[in-house]
């Protein structure tokens, strides 16, 4: 266990070592313990922690809130369109600036191109912890709720195990490729055999590829791109199709949406999920299309851990407060 992560940003689970993501992970089923046993956990009594949206959010914003308020401090929202960080407030002056008033500060920004840049800037500004709650980059806090679900269903030892990460139509909006991006950086450290699905117009960024293809190298298992979305569930444990953006084939609104047209049918079904193993689970980081990318019988069905997925962002996310803003 590390003892010692005051002050550190958290912008990808990359920059965190193994050692120190198990470290957060320990630190997170006991502050769920705590939670469950109605023990007060108050190890950030006036502690402030800015959360500036450049995106709307639900499940984000409600747990950071609530997670800091049972953690005994305050979460300050901040929305970008109603401050001046719309009319030319820059990164440094909200790195230098709101790094002094508070104690933490919290940004999701998904812009193309721009998002990880600004964090990434903020944080160089700031004296205090940045955390990343979503850039078009990395969702790391997501990814850490999902391995910490895959770790309650299966066990801590996942070496073995089978994940299919997989594209899913949706009709919504050009969504962020974060999500994959993280969980096949992230899964690919704990030994899992790690399966990527996608038609081609949706690769993710080829950097991220070669992480997650070392990552395979140095702790086991494997990591291998499927094009079959039916491949893809064939003997897997862990089921995670979403939909996610074309960016790297268009970063045109229309001719995205008429790309994905071509893949309707990559919709999770009962007879998908009928080609995976018995036990295996259905997981969607929310909100899904549903009967679009997922049928009803599906992500309310017995083999969906969405909601389990959902709670355990509250705690991860207390326990990154607690180790790095004390």
Same mark, same amino acid.
């Given at each position: 266990?590390?003892?010692? $992560? ?5 912008? +990808? ?10 470290? $957060? $992970? ?24 800015? $959360? ?26 901040? *929305? ?5 960080? #719309? ?16 104690? !933490? ?40 709720? *999902? ?16 994940? @299919? ?12 490729? #974060? ?8 899964? +690919? ?17 080829? *950097? ?6 070392? @990552?395979?190298?140095?702790?086991? !298992?494997?990591?291998?791109? /499927? ?15 979403? +939909? ?30 009928? /080609? ?35 709670? @355990? ?14």
């Amino acid at each position: 266990m590390q003892t010692d $992560l005051r002050g550190r940003d958290l912008i +990808s689970t990359q920059d965190w070592s193994k050692e120190e993501i198990e470290t $957060l $992970l320990d630190v997170a089923w006991d502050l769920k313990r705590r939670r469950a046993l109605g023990e007060p956990h108050v190890l950030l009594r006036d502690k402030v922690l800015a $959360l500036l949206f450049f995106f709307t959010s639900t499940r984000t914003r409600i747990s950071f809130e609530a997670g800091m308020a049972q953690l005994g401090g305050h979460a300050q929202f901040i *929305d970008s369109t109603t401050t001046q960080i #719309s009319h030319g407030d820059t990164a440094k002056e909200i790195g230098e600036i709101v790094g002094r008033y508070t104690d !933490g500060i919290a940004i999701r920004q998904c812009d193309w191109g721009i998002g990880n840049a600004y964090i990434n800037a903020v944080a160089e500004a700031s004296r205090v912890p940045v955390l990343n709650m979503q850039c078009e980059v990395y969702h790391p806090f997501q990814i850490l709720a *999902d391995l910490m679900t895959i770790q309650e269903k299966f066990g801590r030892d996942l070496r073995g195990k089978t994940i @299919n990460i997989s594209w899913a139509y949706a009709s919504s909006y050009q969504k962020p490729i #974060s999500v994959p991006q993280s969980l096949v950086l992230l899964m +690919s450290r704990f030994g899992m055999n790690v399966r990527l699905t996608r038609p081609p117009e949706y690769q993710l960024m080829p *950097d991220i590829i070669e992480q997650a293809k070392e @990552n395979t190298a140095k702790h086991g !298992g494997s990591f291998e791109i /499927l094009d079959d979305f039916e491949a893809g569930f064939t003997g897997a444990d862990i089921l995670y199709p979403k +939909s996610w953006g074309s960016w790297l084939t268009t970063e045109d609104d229309e001719e995205s949406a008429e790309i994905g047209a071509k893949y309707q049918d990559w919709i999770t079904d009962d007879r998908r999920m009928a /080609l995976a193993n018995d036990d295996a689970i259905y997981m969607h980081c929310l909100p899904a299309d549903r009967n679009i990318e997922v049928t009803d019988s599906v992500i309310d069905g017995p083999q969906s851990v969405v909601y389990d997925e959902a709670e @355990n962002r509250l705690h991860v996310q207390k326990a990154a407060m607690a180790l790095t803003m004390r």
